[in-house]
Nanobody, 124 residues
């Protein structure tokens, strides 16, 4: 069982930045596709970004392109999401997710393991 633990959320003003971290427990983490999702109140969970196991390929939801950056550190079993130029509409609980096989999808059902989430609140 893979355990994912997110941290780094908080309250920030519009235009500000945050860095989310996700720590993984699995020794074979380096072979996993990792992703970030978010869920705002009353809305479905939505894809934010994904990174392949090498870290060489990244994918983003259109509304965060150019503002968010996903990265990973396989040696330390960490994945990060840098959030810049934050907007009030970015307010949500952000979740780290993983899948122990290659490939990526935007559908939450594609991912096998999830963290508990970290709250990001952007004030206007």
């Amino acid at each position: 069982q893979v355990q994912l633990v997110e941290s780094g959320g908080g309250l920030v003003q519009a235009g500000g930045s945050l860095r989310l971290s996700c720590a993984a427990s699995e020794r074979s983490f380096s072979s996993y596709t990792m992703a970030w999702f978010r869920q705002a109140p009353g809305k479905e969970r939505e894809f934010v970004a994904a990174v392949t196991w090498t870290g060489g390929d990244t994918y983003y939801e259109d509304s965060v392109k150019g503002r968010f950056t996903i990265s990973r550190d396989n040696a330390n079993k960490m994945v990060y999401l840098q959030l810049n130029s934050l907007k009030p509409e970015d307010t949500a609980v952000y979740y780290c997710a993983s899948r122990p096989t290659p490939g990526w999808r935007t559908a939450p059902s594609f991912y096998n393991y999830w963290g508990q989430g970290t709250q990001v609140t952007v004030s206007s």
